[in-house]
């Protein structure tokens, strides 16, 4: 960890540095580091009735309900973190886990994915009120969604994001519908090892698709 960064941790809270700190660790640790039994580590309160991330290295099918956020475009992650964050300190927000990157194939064949937007996600629809802040901030609601999901823990890099693209664009394919809507969440800051840092990302289905999911194993 830099020194810049050590410094952040002692005098703010662990996910003020969130994403600053995503852009700097991506690739920093090694696939042996990884637990061979993923665990969330938990930080920050999950929005009302959003599902805990996993099941970890494989593709499920999510519900997640309505929520809100405060959103901006972003093509640098650290400008954009700062931005929301100034955002829910004038607001009295308070901060919650996960952090939301809306992703954009990229790629002569949209193999790759890049970011194109980021949100803080609000404890529940009847926190702060909805519209804009300024020029770059929106606060907007966010309808409940079905996804397709695929969760892993340590590094968030181009390895490990083209493996879940990779798992998520197969799976979809399989229930004949097609998505680009990717957006990947971070639940972890910097007081937790890269090796615990836990990811997700989802592919959004269509409104109109209504997957059931299948049974349980008995």
Not at 170 to 176: H, L, M, R, S, T
């Given at each position: 960890?830099?020194?810049?960064?050590?410094?952040?941790?002692?005098?703010?809270?662990?996910?003020?540095?969130?994403?600053?700190?995503?852009?700097?660790?991506?690739?920093?640790?090694?696939?042996?580091?990884?637990?061979?039994?993923?665990?969330?580590?938990?930080?920050?309160?999950?929005?009302?009735?959003?599902?805990?991330?996993?099941?970890?290295?494989?593709?499920?099918?999510?519900?997640?309900?309505?929520?809100?956020?405060?959103?901006?475009?972003?093509?640098?992650?650290?400008?954009?973190?700062?931005?929301?964050?100034?955002?829910?300190?004038?607001?009295?927000?308070?901060?919650?886990?996960?952090?939301?990157?809306?992703?954009?194939?990229?790629?002569?064949?949209?193999?790759?994915?890049?970011?194109?937007?980021?949100?803080?996600?609000?404890?529940?629809?009847?926190?702060?009120?909805?519209?804009?802040?300024?020029?770059?901030?929106?606060?907007?609601?966010?309808?409940?969604?079905?996804?397709?999901?695929?969760?892993?823990?340590?590094?968030?890099?181009?390895?490990?994001?083209?493996?879940?693209?990779?798992?998520?664009?197969?799976?979809?394919?399989?229930?004949?519908?097609?998505?680009?809507?990717?957006?990947?969440?971070?639940?972890?800051?910097?007081?937790?090892?890269?090796?615990k840092k836990t990811w997700e990302m989802l592919l959004v289905l269509p409104a109109k698709a209504q997957l059931?999911?299948?049974?349980?194993?008995?």
């Amino acid at each position: 960890m830099t020194r810049m960064m050590k410094i952040l941790c002692i005098s703010v809270p662990p996910l003020v540095v969130l994403t600053l700190y995503f852009s700097q660790t991506n690739g920093a640790q090694g696939a042996s580091e990884v637990s061979a039994k993923p665990q969330y580590v938990a930080e920050a309160p999950l929005p009302k009735g959003w599902p805990e991330p996993g099941p970890y290295n494989e593709v499920s099918l999510k519900s997640f309900p309505a929520y809100r956020v405060a959103y901006t475009d972003a093509f640098s992650s650290s400008f954009a973190f700062w931005r929301l964050f100034r955002h829910i300190k004038r607001e009295g927000i308070p901060m919650t886990s996960p952090v939301e990157m809306g992703m954009k194939e990229k790629g002569s064949k949209g193999e790759k994915l890049g970011m194109k937007s980021m949100s803080f996600l609000y404890q529940d629809e009847e926190v702060g009120k909805l519209g804009k802040d300024g020029r770059k901030i929106e606060v907007r609601d966010v309808p409940a969604m079905q996804a397709f999901s695929y969760t892993w823990q340590g590094d968030k890099n181009g390895t490990t994001m083209q493996k879940a693209k990779l798992a998520l664009d197969e799976a979809v394919q399989k229930a004949g519908l097609r998505s680009e809507d990717y957006r990947v969440m971070g639940y972890n800051g910097p007081r937790t090892p890269d090796a615990k840092k836990t990811w997700e990302m989802l592919l959004v289905l269509p409104a109109k698709a209504q997957l059931q999911p299948p049974a349980e194993k008995p």
